[in-house]
């Protein structure tokens, strides 16, 4: 029997007291989106920040928190081309920049961007690339925002 549902952590209000897990919805990917059942998810001291205070940025409540995440791809919404079911994912930090341009509607996963702490999550297929074969899935979930803080760090900073 096909799953209905999807179980994510939220928070209301601000502070960590205030996260809560419940049952939404299992989504349909809209055109260009993707739903991934997540296998892995890092957390950042970022995300602690978040889940405080939402770094000064303005959120929407209920919020999901969480930049990380690595998964299986479970389906696709018309005009995806680039993933099909079954494939292994990790989600990018800034949603829409997987390479570099900076382009302006990129915004940061777990905050204002949608967050991983879920067991599934509907994102747009721009801003998922594939998992590195080599790395299990917990072990790719640390890429998008450790990762790339390292990266920028040694290719940005260090060049």
């Known amino acids: 029997m096909p799953e209905t549902t999807l179980r994510r952590w939220q928070l209301p209000a601000y502070g960590r007291a205030h996260l809560e897990q419940v049952q939404a919805a299992l989504p349909e990917p809209g055109p260009g989106q993707i739903l991934v059942r997540v296998s892995a998810v890092a957390l950042n001291y970022r995300d602690l920040l978040m889940t405080e205070d939402g770094m000064g940025m303005p959120l929407a409540l209920p919020f999901t ?11 696709v919404g018309d005009g995806v081309r680039r993933f099909t079911p079954g494939e292994r994912v990790i989600n990018t930090f800034w949603n829409g920049w997987i390479d570099h341009h900076w382009p302006a509607h990129a915004v940061p996963a777990g905050g204002p961007g949608p967050g991983m ?43």
């Open 65 to 75: 928190p969480g930049s990380d995440m690595a998964g299986t791809v479970e389906a």
């Open 117 to 159: 702490l879920a067991s599934h999550v509907l994102i747009d297929a721009e801003a998922a690339v594939a998992a590195p074969a080599t790395l299990s899935l917990a072990e790719a979930s640390t890429l998008p925002c450790a990762g790339l803080t390292a990266w920028f760090a040694l290719a940005e900073l260090g060049a």
